[in-house]
């Protein structure tokens, strides 16, 4: 099966510097890579995500590359905000039936 | 659009009980649903992946006499921790897709199961 890795799984950023968090995976079937911000005791958001006939993908200040030759793939947050602390999950799906979560990053930004 | 509920969020019983959680898609069809288990500050764990009419697929390790997976309807997945153990309590996650073509996730709210 399917194996995520995500590094680092804890972060520390000032205010206004990027965060970047990277995953890797063992299928080469994945196709699809979504990521996930999970505030404590809430339920888990879709934040970005990208198949893997694109490698990049942006969305304000939110970015996700994928390397699909070295099988990885990262999410940018630029200029964070202390509203961005929260636990990022990343997760690959060959089939969409099946998603196989990293096991997240606690982002912390500091004001 | 696309909101999916689970009930109860929370959920206390006693060692040798049954729990039932529910989790329902209240705006749009779910095509497939899938069950989750979360430990404190640990990653999302896949138990199961359910379609509306037929049998879930467990994860391997996941025992599929404990945690009953019924997927009745298009809105409608239940999960239920039969026989509980203090082992089983944990966070439970469901999530739905909302189309057979679409990857995207839509997860419920959680359910804090606590067995005593």
């Known amino acids: 099966g399917e194996n995520v890795e995500q590094h680092p799984s804890t972060l520390s950023v000032q205010e206004g510097d990027s965060a970047v968090i990277k995953c890797t995976y063992s299928d080469s079937a994945s196709n699809y890579f979504p990521w996930y911000k999970q505030e404590l005791g809430k339920r888990p958001q879709l934040i970005i995500d990208i198949r893997s006939n694109v490698g990049e993908k942006k969305d304000q200040r939110i970015a996700v590359t994928l390397n699909k030759t070295a099988k990885h793939f990262s999410l940018h947050i630029t200029e964070t905000q202390p509203e961005d602390s929260a636990v990022y999950f990343c997760?690959?799906?060959?089939?969409?039936?099946?998603?196989?979560f990293g096991t997240g990053t606690s982002l912390t930004v500091i004001p | 659009g696309a909101v999916v509920s689970q009930h109860p969020s929370w959920v206390i019983c006693k060692s040798g009980t049954s729990v039932k959680i529910e989790c329902r898609s209240l705006d749009f069809q779910a095509t497939t649903m899938f069950w989750y288990r979360q430990f404190p500050k640990q990653s999302l764990m896949l138990m199961a992946t359910s379609n509306e009419g037929s049998k879930a697929t467990y994860e391997q390790g996941v025992e599929k006499d404990k945690f009953l997976i019924n997927h009745a309807s298009l809105t409608l997945s239940t999960l239920t921790v039969t026989s509980a153990h203090p082992e089983d309590s944990s966070f439970y996650i469901c999530s739905a897709n909302r189309l057979a073509s679409s990857y995207e996730q839509y997860f419920g709210p959680g359910t804090r199961l606590t067995v005593t």
């Open positions: 997760a690959a799906s060959s089939t969409g039936n099946q998603f196989y």
